[in-house]
Nanobody, 125 residues
Framework: QVQLVESGGGLVQAGGSLRLSCAAS????????MGWFRQAPGKEREFVAA????????YYSDSVKGRFTISRDNGKNTVYLQMNSLKPEDTAVYYC??????????????????WGQGTQVTVSS
């Protein structure tokens, strides 16, 4: 059983930055692809970014490409999401997730096996 705990959310002005962290325990973190998703009020959960088990491959949604960076430290069992140039439309609860079976990066939420509890990001205009 894999446990994921996100941290680093908060309130920031438009144009600002935040770095989210997701600490994993209970599994073999270095074997898993990891993803970040977000869910705004009244909207479906949407894919944000994913990273391969080694960190050599990443993939981003068009809405965050060039502004967000996903990375991981397998020695610390942690995945990060650096968010720059934040916009009010980035406001959402952000979730990290582990994909234990992937051979390629995937964007569908149902394909991820384990989820964190989420951390709120609010961007004011």
């Amino acid at each position: 059983q894999v446990q994921l705990v996100e941290s680093g959310g908060g309130l920031v002005q438009a144009g600002g930055s935040l770095r989210l962290s997701c600490a994993a325990s209970g599994g073999t973190f270095s074997n898993y692809a990891m993803g970040w998703f977000r869910q705004a009020p009244g909207k479906e959960r949407e894919f944000v970014a994913a990273i391969s088990w080694s960190g050599s491959s990443t993939y981003y949604s068009d809405s965050v490409k060039g502004r967000f960076t996903i990375s991981r430290d397998n020695g610390k069992n942690t995945v990060y999401l650096q968010m720059n140039s934040l916009k009010p439309e980035d406001t959402a609860v952000y979730y990290c997730a582990a994909d234990t079976a992937a051979s390629a990066l995937r964007v569908g939420a149902p394909q991820y096996d384990y989820w964190g509890q989420g951390t709120q990001v609010t961007v004011s205009s």
